[in-house]
């Protein structure tokens, strides 16, 4: 009886890995097709391709799924060369990942300066190609005279990246509990990545579909988060915002209030202002409500006119006023320029085009309460 179950052994392990190529090809591919679509509708008219770069990071895995069917119907294959196939694939993978990095919107203090740097395809090209390089020999040669499983160190790389960026995307969303599960799903794709130098085959397979799979969903939490935060954090257009001032007297406190109504649905959004902004806020709202001439001059850096008063005196006080907006809207630091700062300027306040250094509040004055 125990030599009819080892005579059988190898052809149930043949099994398990067809069953689990074809899974994986799938599945994967049906992700490409979902996190590519997503991108076509939503991503393109951003120009930003981050998202297609991890569509092809899922495709490298379909592809290791058909490497799985094909192998498995080829049980005589040498192991080394099966090894190499699913090295190279992973190499493509990890790679694929990295290039995606310098599109996401929040990326750690830490790590911005290098993942934004011009020399970002240098830094994870080169590895890439050090460890390509002698898994191909794997895949020709069918032998390996340097250090094994490159694509094992080069994917540790890859996490320890993916993990940093992952959590601080989802924590400036506000989805700390997304951000707590992508720590997970890359604690167990580090644990995978370790599981797979021990040659346990069977075992990493199992550990193989569990982080892929992880991973997948994690990659459409965090385009449905993009989703959310677009659709949340979009900028109306002059005509659907109103704007309201009040002032909170209690004892010798006071407290200045902005609030404003079209930003996130239908309710008032109150802002607490400085007393500087508060007052700058306020006198653009009334020569925009009351005075025919609703222009505001700033002050030139260069040759002032003697004796002349302005009503800026840098044009600083604008930018902080909409950093004070903008705080009070997303929270601090929940915001970003290209997003948020430029259409919101562009959406409240109007600019001479004779360049004479005048600007006015763009806001109907119906939609501004005193």
């Known amino acids: 009886m125990a030599f009819l179950v080892n005579l059988e052994l190898p052809n149930a392990v043949n099994e398990t890995f067809l069953f689990y190529g074809w899974w994986q090809f799938g599945t994967c591919l049906f992700a490409f097709v979902a996190l590519l679509s997503i991108w076509w509708h939503i991503g393109k008219k951003q120009n930003d391709f981050g998202q297609v770069w991890l569509a092809l990071s899922v495709l490298c895995w379909s592809m290791s799924g058909l490497v799985e069917v094909y192998f498995a119907k080829r049980p005589e294959m040498d192991a080394v060369v099966v090894d190499g196939f699913r090295s190279v694939l992973s190499l493509f993978n990890s790679l694929f990942i990295l290039l995606a990095l310098p599109w996401f919107r929040y990326l750690p203090s830490f790590l911005q300066p290098i993942i934004k740097s011009k020399y970002w395809n240098l830094i994870v ?15 020709f040669f069918g032998r390996s005279e340097v250090i094994n499983e490159l694509d094992v160190y080069y994917a540790v790389l890859t996490l320890l990246f993916l ?3 992952l959590w601080y995307s989802f924590a400036k969303r506000r989805l700390k509990s997304l951000a707590y599960l992508s720590l997970l799903c890359v604690l167990i794709t580090l644990l995978a990545q370790f599981y797979k130098l021990t040659g346990s085959t069977i075992n990493v397979t199992l550990f193989s579909a569990i982080f892929k799979t992880s991973l997948i969903m994690i990659f459409f939490a965090l385009a449905l988060s993009w989703v959310k935060e677009l659709s949340e954090n979009h900028i109306p257009s002059a005509e659907k915002i109103g704007m309201r001032f009040l002032v909170k007297r209690d004892n010798d406190r006071v407290e200045r209030l902005l ?10 959004r109150s802002i607490r202002l400085t007393a500087a902004q508060y007052e700058l806020l306020l006198c653009f709202a009334n020569k925009r409500k009351k005075d025919g001439n609703d222009w505001l001059e700033i002050r030139p850096k260069s040759l002032p006119v003697k004796g002349k008063l302005y009503d800026i005196s840098d044009y600083n006080e604008i930018k902080r006023l909409l950093v004070a907006l903008l705080d009070g809207l997303f929270g601090r630091g929940n915001w970003n320029k290209d997003v948020h700062l430029i259409p919101l300027k562009e959406t409240l306040f109007e600019l001479s085009k004779k360049r004479e250094r005048k600007i006015r509040l763009r806001l109907h004055p119906t939609n501004i309460s005193l």
């Open 259 to 268: 609030l404003l109504k079209g930003f996130m649905g239908d309710e008032e």
């Open 125 to 139: 090209g080169l590895p890439f190609l050090f460890s390509l390089l002698p898994t191909l020999n794997k895949v």
């Open 163 to 165: 993990g940093g960026v």
